[in-house]
């Protein structure tokens, strides 16, 4: 079984400039998370997606932060302008629903965002 | 809100002797637990949980955790460490709040096995 794919691995942008992450979740998981890890720290929930709708985006900074899931598949993490304290890894993650509310998340190998 | 602590930014320990990295949890209602490990520029990988039972549970690569209601804590452990199992630990809560599953991690704990 194919695990959460994510691209790209590794992102080097100027403050104000945008980039965007895209994750493809393991097959049939109808539940997609998005975490911001901080060098030293534990990843903090940003958005979660039940299929293609956002069940929780409290965390998340919309006013440069966005993220869609428009075919419940797929989806991407936009940040636009970044500013230096963006740099961390964006891990996204996923789980079957059938695992319940005891169901582990599933990672992907994240993607690291230096901002100059 | 729910939440866990990780006291340790570092655990040293030999190759061969017992290791133990703690976590202790705050929690309304019944806690449900995990122990993610994530190796250099990798993911989070899954190693075990808690949901309800047996205090001692078992995970993967020879790794348990005790489940101690008492001292809310949540320790992971490991009978004879090997210099391959030097990683990121973290613990993780899960979070019902607004009706949806998600998990919430501690800060993690570097774990350094010494050959």
């Known amino acids: 079984e194919a695990g959460v794919a994510q691209s790209p691995r590794y992102k080097i942008i100027e403050k104000r400039q945008s980039v965007a992450f895209w994750c493809n979740p393991i097959?049939?998981?109808?539940?997609l998370y998005w975490y911001q890890q901080i060098l030293g720290q534990g990843p903090k929930l940003l958005i979660q997606?039940?299929?293609?709708?956002?069940?929780?985006d409290s965390q998340l900074p919309k006013d440069r932060f966005s993220a869609e899931r428009l075919k419940g598949v797929d989806s991407t993490l936009k940040i636009q302008p970044a500013k230096l304290e963006d740099s961390a890894v964006y891990l996204c993650?996923?789980?079957?629903?059938?695992?319940?509310?005891?169901?582990?998340?599933?990672f992907g190998e994240g993607s690291r965002l230096t901002v100059l | 809100a729910q939440s866990v602590a990780q006291p340790e930014d570092q655990v040293n320990v030999a190759e061969g002797n017992p290791l133990t990295v703690k976590c202790t949890y705050s929690?309304?209602?019944?806690?449900?637990l995990f122990w993610y490990v994530q190796y250099p520029n990798r993911g989070l990988q899954f190693l075990l949980k808690?949901?309800?039972?047996?205090?001692l549970v078992k995970g993967s690569y020879g790794f348990e955790a005790e489940f101690n209601k008492s001292q809310t804590s949540f320790h992971l452990k490991k009978p004879s460490a090997l210099v391959s199992d030097s990683a990121l630990y973290f613990c993780?809560?899960?979070?019902?709040?607004?009706?949806?599953?998600?998990?919430?991690f501690g800060a993690g704990t570097r774990l350094a096995v010494h050959p």
């Open positions: 993650a996923s789980r079957h629903i059938a695992g319940g509310s005891t169901g582990e998340l599933f």
């Open positions: 097959s049939g998981h109808a539940t």
């Open positions: 997606f039940q299929n293609n709708g956002v069940v929780d």
């Open positions: 929690v309304s209602g019944n806690p449900y």
């Open positions: 808690y949901i309800t039972g047996d205090n």
């Open positions: 993780a809560v899960r979070d019902m709040s607004g009706g949806y599953n998600k998990l919430i």
